[in-house]
């Protein structure tokens, strides 16, 4: 069965560096998301993404962060000038479409430690 | 208000016996649907079960049924012949059709299967 890749498992960076978190959505899906669980948490929408522009995010994803399909198969989170709080665990998920009964298919995720 | 709430941090189990993992949603939209998903230790998110909020008759998918009372907004997951694998947090998400695509998440239900 297709499933969502994410790399690196686990990620650890210095406070202040710039990550990026990389996502292979499954191949016939068209809308990509990231969430993000800080441990103990819930997960937590950070944005969405389709047709090459993101199409909805919350209010976590602020400058701070930024999406991008650079080819017809990645899909990447960068998050610049990391801070301490930014150490949680990161999904991407992608989904067929946006009906209301279509599942999001999760990654293992991507583990993000901030030193 | 929380879109998702869950209310059973923590729950337990014998081997064999079924359980029941509770979930109350809010929305004010006609069309959603709700989702249960099961993260193991190791951290993935692995999609069990979805019921729409028109489906007339509850979801079922092998162990996992879904008792949807929509009148009380609830969705609550039932896992039948508990296994020792299913020893994970259990989270309840909607997802809405009207307001976006995102996923709404509860807090989670941490579920222990005794042997």
């Known amino acids: 069965e297709p499933e969502v890749t994410q790399t690196p498992s686990h990620q650890v960076t210095q406070m202040g560096q710039e990550v990026i978190l990389r996502c292979v959505p499954i191949?016939?899906?068209?809308?990509f998301y990231w969430y993000r669980q800080i441990l103990g948490q819930k997960v937590e929408f950070l944005v969405s993404?389709?047709?090459?522009?993101?199409?909805?995010k919350s209010e976590i994803f602020d400058d701070q962060f930024s999406v991008e399909r650079p080819d017809g198969s990645n899909f990447t989170l960068k998050i610049r000038s990391t801070k301490l709080e930014d150490s949680a665990m990161y999904f991407c998920?992608?989904?067929?479409?946006?009906?209301?009964?279509?599942?999001?298919?999760f990654g293992d995720g991507t583990r993000l430690s901030i030193l | 208000a929380q879109k998702i709430t869950q209310t059973q941090p923590g729950m337990f189990v014998q081997e064999k016996e079924a359980v029941t993992l509770d979930c109350t949603y809010d929305?004010?939209?006609?069309?959603?649907?709700l989702f249960w998903y099961k993260q193991p230790s190791s951290g993935e998110m692995i999609f069990l079960i979805y019921?729409?909020?028109?489906?007339?008759q509850n979801a079922t998918e092998g162990r996992y049924s879904l008792n949807f009372q929509k009148a009380r907004k609830s969705a609550n997951l039932v896992i039948s012949a508990s296994q020792l694998g299913d020893s994970a947090m259990y989270f309840c998400?909607?997802?809405?059709?009207?307001?976006?695509?995102?996923?709404?998440f509860g807090t989670g239900t941490s579920l222990t299967v005794i042997p």
């Open positions: 998920a992608s989904s067929r479409d946006r009906l209301s009964n279509q599942p999001q298919h």
């Open positions: 191949s016939n899906h068209l809308y």
């Open positions: 993404f389709y047709n090459n522009e993101i199409s909805e």
């Open positions: 929305t004010s939209d006609q069309s959603y649907g």
């Open positions: 019921q729409g909020s028109y489906d007339e």
């Open positions: 998400a909607m997802r809405e059709s009207n307001t976006g695509n995102q996923f709404y």
